[in-house]
């Protein structure tokens, strides 16, 4: 079993930044592909950013692009994304999800990502 734990969210002004970040734990015997996700209140789940294995590839949705840098520590399950300039639209709860050990490559669909992590509240308020 993979226990994935986010953390760093917090209520900031809009153009502030934040850093959050995603440790692993469990089984965690090889690099994974790792992602971000984010919920707000009545909508669905959408990917926000993702990176391969050994973070030589990332991915983002447009509504970050140029805003937003996923990364992680190589050779391990522990990912960052560093927020600039902050909108009230990114307030929601970000999920940090990881998937199978088979895999190489990030991916922006939710449904091919195994572990996901409990949320953290970011708020950004205008």
């Known amino acids: 079993q993979v226990h994935l734990v986010e953390s760093g969210g917090g209520l900031v002004q809009a153009g502030d930044s934040l850093r959050l970040s995603c440790a692993a734990s469990?089984?965690?015997?090889?690099?994974?592909?790792m992602g971000w996700f984010r919920q707000a209140p009545g909508k669905e789940r959408e990917f926000v950013a993702a990176?391969?294995?050994?973070?030589?590839?990332?991915i983002y949705a447009d509504s970050v692009k140029g805003r937003v840098t996923i990364s992680r520590e190589r050779g391990k399950n522990t990912v960052y994304l560093r927020m600039n300039s902050l909108k009230p639209e990114d307030t929601a709860t970000y999920y940090c999800?990881?998937?199978?050990?088979?895999?190489?490559?990030?991916?922006?669909?939710?449904?091919?990502?195994?572990?996901w992590g409990q949320g953290t509240q970011v708020t950004v308020s205008s």
């Open positions: 469990g089984r965690t015997y090889a690099a994974v592909p």
């Open positions: 999800a990881g998937r199978g050990p088979q895999y190489v490559s990030e991916s922006r669909d939710r449904e091919e990502y195994d572990y």
């Open positions: 990176i391969s294995w050994n973070g030589d590839s990332t």
